[in-house]
């Protein structure tokens, strides 16, 4: 059974109708409804960002990365010798998912009179492909299966833009190294990409790892590296710092003992502080819009006491105590946040929604890395955030609501209800 000081809240709420306690109530309830749609989009746009971005990031190169120490930091790296012992015992690791070894060799690749420069990244059949698989909008990946050199290479979309070339086209490829002469070799496209980070895009091409060796001159027993992907991705220090403490303890004669591990941010330090940055701007929107929903709530809840004085008059005069008066007021404002929380996550879920199944809002890949804005919805942070908005809310109402202990019943009746 409701109890009376709810039905009291929804009789004052239904009978006013017009006045200043009206406008009050619908530029409140209006406040409420922006004010969560404005956090629902906020966190929407910022995890939608860091996911697609850590996930590009992921599928551009690994969770960890195993290189030569030598080559850290510099755009030239150095190869080593591959261990398979070595291989063995990281691939045994609890927190591992996979470990593949490939090759990277800085080439120029010409087609007709366009000339673009990119790395070739080689990869073998032991290689995780299922991201490069998604991301594919033409043709298919190089046959890493096949028993003898193929000379197939994967571009992205943005790099066959570039150079006006199609699947099925053939491409030159210039190798200069600066202890050998230049080699060259012809390749033909297997497929084109597209991960939405045209910056990234332009930078890579895949190729069979063998097809790179030779380009480079290599032996058949040279890595740049290998390509450790977590089953947590949280994971990566706390495993990078494992892996480093496996190969101190190699042999010397182990090809990896100058070797160190290293995780995304250690790589993309850059990127990850742009990430950070836009999630203290996200912290801010979401405080500013809290602080003016509280605001205009507590407003709404001052205006809805002193509006009503007469009826707390005669409340008082039957008897009722100031606590049960002072509830009736909090389940209004309960009633006109559940109003306004209810459009404001319609209006913020739609909006979500749209920009997730029809992309509308595009953006400049030059400045945000991806041609489009990204959105992710989570129940974890929806929840939190609408639990977090109630609670808040109810907790700052409470100080309003004692002014009904302070309004004296004989001053109170001479108010009109």
């Known amino acids: 059974m409701k109890s009376l000081e709810y039905q ?4 004052t709420a239904h009978s006013q109708s017009g006045g200043r306690g009206a406008v009050m109530m619908r530029i409140a309830t209006i406040t ?29 190169a690994s969770d960890v990365e195993i290189i030569d120490i030598a080559g850290y930091g510099r755009s030239e790296m150095r190869p080593m010798v591959k261990d398979d012992t070595f291989r063995e015992q990281i691939a045994s690791m609890a927190e591992v998912e996979s470990i593949a070894e490939y090759a990277v060799a800085g080439c120029m690749i010409k087609s007709g009179d366009k000339v673009v420069g990119l790395q070739l990244k080689g990869i073998d059949s032991a290689y995780p492909t299922e991201w490069w698989e998604e991301s594919l909008v033409e043709g298919s990946l190089p046959d890493f299966e096949s028993e003898s050199r193929t000379k197939q290479l994967l571009i992205s979309q943005a790099t066959a833009r570039k150079l006006e070339a199609a699947v099925g086209d053939k491409l030159e490829l210039l190798y200069v190294d600066s202890d050998s002469s230049p080699r060259r070799d012809s390749f033909r496209i297997a497929g084109i990409y597209s991960t939405g980070m045209e910056e990234m895009d332009l930078t890579l ?19 740049m590296g290998y390509d450790v992907m977590l089953r947590r991705a949280e994971r990566a220090d706390a495993v990078a710092a494992e892996i480093d403490l496996k190969i101190e303890e190699l042999p010397l004669e182990s090809g990896v003992t100058n070797a160190l591990a290293t995780t995304m941010q250690m790589r993309n330090p850059v990127v ?5 940055a836009h999630t203290i701007i996200a912290q801010a929107v979401i405080i500013i819009m809290m602080v003016v929903l509280l605001f205009n709530v507590a407003a709404a809840m001052l205006i809805m006491v002193f509006d009503r004085i007469g009826m707390i008059g005669v409340l008082k005069a039957q008897g009722m ?10 389940y209004r404002a309960a009633l006109l946040f559940f109003k306004g929380a209810v459009w404001g996550n319609a209006i913020g879920l739609a909006l979500v929604a749209v920009q997730a ?3 509308p809002v595009s953006l400049d890949p030059e400045g945000y890395m991806l041609s489009e804005l990204p959105v992710s919805f989570g129940w974890g942070w929806w929840l939190a955030l609408n639990v977090g908005a109630v609670a808040v809310t109810v907790a700052v109402m409470v100080v309003p609501s004692m002014i009904v202990s302070r309004i004296r019943c ?5 108010y009109k209800l």
């Open 8 to 11: 009291l809240a929804r009789r």
């Open 32 to 60: 409420v409804a922006l004010g969560l749609a404005v956090m629902i989009l906020t966190l929407a746009v910022f995890t939608g960002f860091r996911r697609e971005i850590v996930a590009d990031f992921r599928g551009f």
């Open 205 to 223: 091409a895949i190729a069979d790892v063998r097809d790179v060796r030779r380009l480079a001159g290599w032996s058949d027993d040279l890595i």
């Open 272 to 276: 990850f502080d742009w990430l950070m």
């Open 321 to 330: 105590r100031n606590k049960a008066i002072a509830r009736i007021f909090l």
């Open 357 to 359: 199944l029809w992309h």
């Open 410 to 414: 004989e001053e109170s009746l001479k």
